[in-house]
């Protein structure tokens, strides 16, 4: 059974109309076909080898304060799996080396004062327990 609304007739008839008037070809009216063609506009450029050191620059700058973050991220994690370790038992070597190396790689700076203090923080907390661990 097929509903019809109120227009249904009107849309019926616009539908034919439709399907009259696509007739398949393409055709241009003779004032697109007499229209002259001009160039391509030339393409501008970003500013040159400047814009792209200054843009470097900006990436590298957050970049870095990326990767600092991270890895201060990384060091807390291992502080947090070493308190784990102490309370389950005795921690390896693996820890101990996993630590140092960890503290290596936070003497990096990443160009921010307060960033910067973190990770040195962050840093002497490592070193701490690299003392307590290392046997004498």
């Keep these: 059974m097929r509903i019809q609304g109120p227009n249904s007739a009107a849309l019926a008839q616009g539908a034919q109309a439709a399907r009259r008037t696509a007739g398949g070809s393409f055709r241009l009216t003779e004032e697109e076909a007499a229209r002259p063609q001009g160039q391509a506009p ?3 450029t970003v500013g040159g080898i400047d814009a792209l050191i200054a843009l470097q620059g900006v990436d590298e700058k957050t970049e870095r304060r990326r990767r600092s973050v991270m890895r201060g991220r990384t060091a807390l994690d291992a502080l947090d799996e070493l308190k784990i370790a102490l309370l389950s038992g005795n921690p390896g070597p693996a820890t101990l ?3 140092r190396s960890l503290s290596e790689s936070l003497r990096e700076k990443s160009g921010e004062a307060g960033l910067d ?3 040195a923080e962050i840093e002497v907390r490592l070193e701490v327990e690299i003392a307590k661990l290392t046997p004498r």
């Design 117 to 119: 203090g973190v990770l």
């Design 97 to 99: 080396n996993r630590l």
């Design 42 to 44: 030339a393409l501008r």
